[in-house]
């Protein structure tokens, strides 16, 4: 079941587009839902992906009291990071039993 205090789209957008926005020019990244983040396909490189993990965890922190390393997940559980949107949907599904 979702969680309503949640945001899972926004906040993983967020961090998405503010790693995007510290590309030089030459780099661009366009953003969107469906992109590839943790595939084959991914234009993100480790350091990148490393980035938005972090500031996930910390929204969510900060937001739900819930404590998760992503960087677990993204390694056990890869398929919840093909895409923004699949990430947001494995978020928004986040609660109580992640409580630190």
């Given amino acids: 079941m979702a969680n309503p205090r949640l945001d899972a789209i926004g906040i993983v957008m967020r961090f998405l587009k503010e790693v995007a926005d510290e590309r030089p020019p030459q780099r661009r ?4 839902p469906d992109m590839m983040l ?3 396909d991914s ?3 480790s350091l990148e992906l490393v980035t938005i993990a ?5 929204a969510l922190q900060r937001q739900l009291g ?8 993204a390694a056990t559980q890869p ?4 895409t923004p949107n699949t990430l947001a949907l494995w978020l928004a599904t986040v609660d109580e039993r992640h409580v630190a």
């Fill in 79 to 82: 398929e919840h990071f093909r």
């Fill in 29 to 32: 990244l366009e953003i969107h």
């Fill in 54 to 58: 972090a500031g996930i965890e910390e």
């Fill in 43 to 45: 234009k993100l490189d």
């Fill in 38 to 40: 943790l595939d084959a």
């Fill in 66 to 73: 819930v404590e998760l390393d992503l960087s677990e997940v």
